[in-house]
């Protein structure tokens, strides 16, 4: 079955060529024109995924991502029109996956929507990925994308997950922004500094939600390392 993306976005061009450029990749989609219509329309059929724009009118894209995160874990990418930095790290905040600012290119939208998708509903797992992962009261379990910390259940995006286990799979190592993004991104794709640190922002804040004050260490200078997690 492909994919059924959501495109919320009050442009009907921008729409249109991000609908495009989606089908013409194999995926399903759904154009919107305003918030309050994509929140209707998530709640008539689930998507896998919703492009959302941050600077609709009347509800934005960060109220429809607050309001959405009440009833839903769909992965979100966030566009803005906007290059502050606040947009960005605000979004990610939220719950949304990703961002891509305007103008961008199509090409790059569709592989970014790819990357969520596949940590989104990974597929078949990989023989390492039966393995559990645990350091001091944290565990990962890949095969079932589970992740616990003293027995209580975290709720991780599909990169947050896959930021953790690049940490849990070298406990002892200091990873730069590179190795964090690379353990999260395909190859291909540029990440900015910033959303990185916007991700182990959020795993610290889960964690410390469940007793977990010390996840990710800050090594200044270097990078990022996982903490005690006892």
């Given at each position: 079955m492909p994919h059924?993306?959501?495109?919320?976005?009050?442009?009907?061009?921008?729409?249109?060529?991000?609908?495009?450029?989606?089908?013409?990749?194999?995926m399903k989609t759904t154009g919107v024109a305003d918030g309050a219509a994509a929140l209707q329309a998530i709640g008539r059929r689930a998507p896998d995924l919703v492009v959302?724009?941050?600077g609709m009118p009347e509800m934005d894209g960060l109220e429809v991502c607050r309001r959405l995160r009440h009833i839903s874990?769909?992965?979100?990418?966030?566009?803005s029109a906007r290059d502050e930095e606040i947009d960005r790290i605000l979004g990610l905040e939220m719950g949304g996956d990703d961002y891509v600012t305007k103008p961008f290119s199509p090409r790059e939208l569709v592989a970014r929507v790819n990357v969520i998708?596949?940590?989104?509903?990974?597929?078949?797992?990989?023989?390492?990925?039966?393995?559990r992962f645990s350091h001091g009261k944290l565990a990962l379990a890949?095969?079932?994308h589970t992740a616990s910390f003293d027995g209580k259940p975290l709720s991780l995006t599909g990169i947050e997950f896959s930021i953790l286990k690049g940490f849990l799979a070298r406990p002892a190592h200091v990873l730069d922004r590179?190795?964090?993004?690379?353990?999260?991104?395909?190859?291909?794709?540029?990440?900015?500094?910033?959303?990185?640190d916007s991700h182990i922002r959020n795993i610290?804040?889960?964690?410390?939600?469940?007793?977990?004050?010390?996840?990710?260490?800050?090594v200044h200078g270097v990078g990022?390392?996982?903490?005690r997690c006892g």
């Open positions: 059924h993306i959501l495109v919320a976005d009050d442009d009907p061009h921008i729409r249109e060529v991000i609908c495009f450029a989606l089908e013409k990749a194999g959302l724009d941050i874990d769909v992965p979100v990418l966030f566009l998708l596949r940590r989104a509903r990974p597929a078949a797992p990989e023989p390492a990925d039966d393995r890949p095969a079932s590179d190795a964090v993004t690379a353990s999260a991104y395909a190859a291909n794709i540029h990440v900015a500094g910033r959303t990185v610290r804040a889960k964690l410390a939600a469940v007793g977990c004050p010390n996840v990710i260490e800050t990022f390392r996982l903490g």
